[in-house]
């Protein structure tokens, strides 16, 4: 290849900071479902109330991140994400040292506010700098430091928690946080703020029902795939006497399904359509809830022997939001960047209610519940973009359910 043709295939190194910030950030907030008993044990809190820590975080994420983005909008794009990072440092590192639940969760609170002000902004840079007819690919890239979290992140938080305690994680999530402010230091070039939409503008598809149900599916449809993830530690324990060490792979496992999985998702949306693509995989996050929900009756299960349907549970959870989100685009029509921008609240409301139903099924019924709920989920997020669609093809559009 020639040097020219190399040089030019070359990823810039503010990219690859942008990258990273997001594996930072979504390594913190997923890696709680790692460390989860042992943060229990040590505080005397039940895991379902640990488990609202991932409830906090992302609850707070989804809530700042629209009024951080008109409050920030004339800040200097450097200067908030490295004064953002600091700010997610400072917490990480204080949570290593706290031995109060309600410290912990404040303390969570506080990195998700700093998360939700760089997430937004990391996404317009990369589109802004972006070379021509190459602004998908960039961000496909900083979203790809998401899904890189759940294989390489969170695997080496939980071993990281469970041979130097769970303190240990969140001194790592701070050196990733201080990792990355310095990559933004040093390579980041200052970019004009884009300027910012008001909130009565950013929340006006909410007034039309078609796209308030369908974000309401983006809810479920997350909701029913973190209700397992959050609580996969104590789920993998009761059923298979699974610890911290075996506990890594399985993540690793996951997060290398989860990115097949929504590539093919994506792929399938594009070819089959996306509403056949839902439904399918919606019936295979079901059927693999089923036979998870068997092994439990039949328990306890080999690892080994659970390992495949944790692979297809991984790769069918991301393999549904990309036509989900195709879907809604249809049903936002000239509202979609809008519903799309909504479209990330929603996941992170997702996530915390994935933390708060799921610990209410532990405390209440045992984690052997899990799945069977989760699936019924599922089949409700299917339901609302049913309805959806319905609610489309009587306003006297043509995107009927199909």
């Given at each position: 290849m020639p040097v020219a043709v190399r040089q030019r295939a070359r990823l810039p190194a503010w990219l690859l900071a942008l990258v990273f910030t997001t594996f930072a950030f979504a390594t913190d907030d997923y890696v709680i479902a790692g460390v989860l008993p042992a943060i229990s044990a040590d505080l005397g809190v039940s895991q379902a109330a640990g488990g609202q820590l991932v409830t906090a975080f992302s609850l707070a994420f989804a809530l700042a991140a629209p009024?951080?983005?008109?409050?920030?909008?004339?800040?200097?794009?450097?200067?908030?994400?490295?004064?953002?990072?600091?700010?997610?440092?400072?917490?990480?590192?204080?949570?290593?040292?706290?031995?109060?639940?309600?410290?912990?969760?404040?303390?969570?609170?506080?990195?998700?506010?700093?998360?939700?002000?760089?997430?937004p902004a990391a996404y317009a840079i990369a589109a802004t700098l972006a070379p021509d007819g190459r602004q998908g690919r960039y961000l496909a890239l900083v979203m790809g430091g998401l899904t890189g979290s759940l294989a390489l992140g969170v695997p080496i938080g939980t071993w990281v928690g469970g041979a130097f305690g769970w303190q240990a994680t969140f001194v790592a999530g701070g050196a990733l946080?201080?990792?990355?402010?310095?990559?933004?230091?040093?390579?980041?070039?200052?970019?004009?703020?884009?300027?910012?939409?008001?909130?009565?503008?950013?929340?006006?598809?909410?007034?039309?029902?078609?796209?308030?149900?369908?974000?309401?599916?983006?809810?479920?449809?997350?909701?029913?795939?973190?209700?397992?993830?959050?609580?996969?530690?104590?789920f993998l324990h009761d059923l298979a006497g699974a610890g911290?060490?075996?506990?890594?792979?399985?993540?690793?496992?996951?997060?290398?399904?989860?990115?097949?999985?929504?590539?093919?998702?994506?792929?399938?949306?594009?070819?089959?359509?996306?509403?056949?693509?839902?439904?399918?995989?919606?019936?295979?996050?079901?059927?693999?809830m089923a036979?998870?929900?068997?092994?439990?009756?039949?328990?306890?299960?080999?690892?080994?022997?659970?390992?495949?349907?944790?692979?297809?549970?991984?790769?069918?959870s991301w393999w549904i939001p990309p036509p989900a989100q195709t879907r809604l685009l249809a049903l936002a029509g000239p509202a979609g960047p809008q519903a799309l921008a909504l479209n990330s609240s929603a996941v992170y409301v997702g996530v915390?209610?994935?933390?708060?139903?799921?610990?209410?099924?532990?405390?209440?019924?045992?984690?052997?519940?899990?799945?069977?709920?989760?699936?019924?989920?599922?089949?409700?997020?299917?339901?609302l973009f049913w309805l959806a669609g319905r609610r489309f093809q009587s306003a006297g559009t043509s995107a009927p359910w199909r």
């Open positions: 009024v951080a983005s008109v409050v920030t909008a004339t800040w200097p794009r450097r200067g908030l994400i490295t004064g953002a990072l600091a700010l997610f440092v400072v917490a990480n590192w204080a949570a290593a040292f706290t031995t109060s639940y309600a410290l912990l969760m404040g303390l969570r609170v506080l990195a998700a506010v700093a998360a939700a002000a760089v997430v946080g201080l990792v990355a402010l310095v990559a933004i230091r040093a390579t980041l070039p200052e970019t004009p703020p884009v300027p910012a939409m008001p909130i009565r503008d950013r929340l006006a598809p909410l007034a039309r029902p078609q796209v308030l149900l369908g974000l309401l599916g983006i809810v479920a449809i997350v909701l029913g795939s973190m209700m397992v993830l959050t609580y996969l530690a104590p911290p060490g075996e506990l890594g792979w399985v993540f690793v496992l996951a997060g290398v399904a989860g990115f097949a999985g929504g590539q093919l998702g994506g792929r399938a949306a594009d070819r089959w359509g996306a509403d056949r693509a839902l439904v399918v995989g919606v019936a295979g996050f079901a059927g693999v036979v998870l929900s068997v092994c439990w009756l039949l328990g306890p299960v080999p690892l080994v022997a659970v390992l495949p349907l944790l692979v297809v549970w991984a790769g069918v915390s209610g994935g933390g708060a139903v799921g610990g209410l099924v532990l405390a209440g019924h045992g984690s052997g519940w899990l799945p069977a709920v989760a699936a019924g989920v599922e089949v409700v997020a299917l339901a």
